[in-house]
Nanobody, 124 residues
Framework: QVQLVESGGGLVQAGDSLTLSCAASGPIFTTYTMGWFRQARGKEREFVATIHWSRGDTYYEDSVEGRFTISRDNAESTVYLQMNNLKPEDTAVYYC?????????????????WGQGTQVTVSS
């Protein structure tokens, strides 16, 4: 069983930067593909970014491409989401997720473990 704990959310202004962290427990963190999702109030949870467990390949949702960067530190069992040039439409609860499948996953049902989420609010 993997446990995921997100941190780093907060209230920022448009154009600011924020880095989210996701600390994972479990001895096989390095074999999981990791992802970030977000859910705005009244909307479905949507894919944001994913990173392959060994190759380091990444994939982003179109609206965050070039602004967000996902990375991982396998030694620390932590995955990060660096968010630059934040916009009000980025406001959401951000969730970290882990998948035991091979490759880069973008669907919620491809992920096996989820964190509790961290709120990011971007004011205009």
């Amino acid at each position: 069983q993997v446990q995921l704990v997100e941190s780093g959310g907060g209230l920022v202004q448009a154009g600011d930067s924020l880095t989210l962290s996701c600390a994972a427990s479990g001895p096989i963190f390095t074999t999981y593909t990791m992802g970030w999702f977000r859910q705005a109030r009244g909307k479905e949870r949507e894919f944001v970014a994913t990173i392959h467990w060994s190759r380091g390949d990444t994939y982003y949702e179109d609206s965050v491409e070039g602004r967000f960067t996902i990375s991982r530190d396998n030694a620390e069992s932590t995955v990060y989401l660096q968010m630059n040039n934040l916009k009000p439409e980025d406001t959401a609860v951000y969730y970290c997720a882990a998948s035991t499948r091979y490759g880069l996953m973008t669907r919620r049902d491809e992920y096996d473990f989820w964190g509790q989420g961290t709120q990011v609010t971007v004011s205009s």
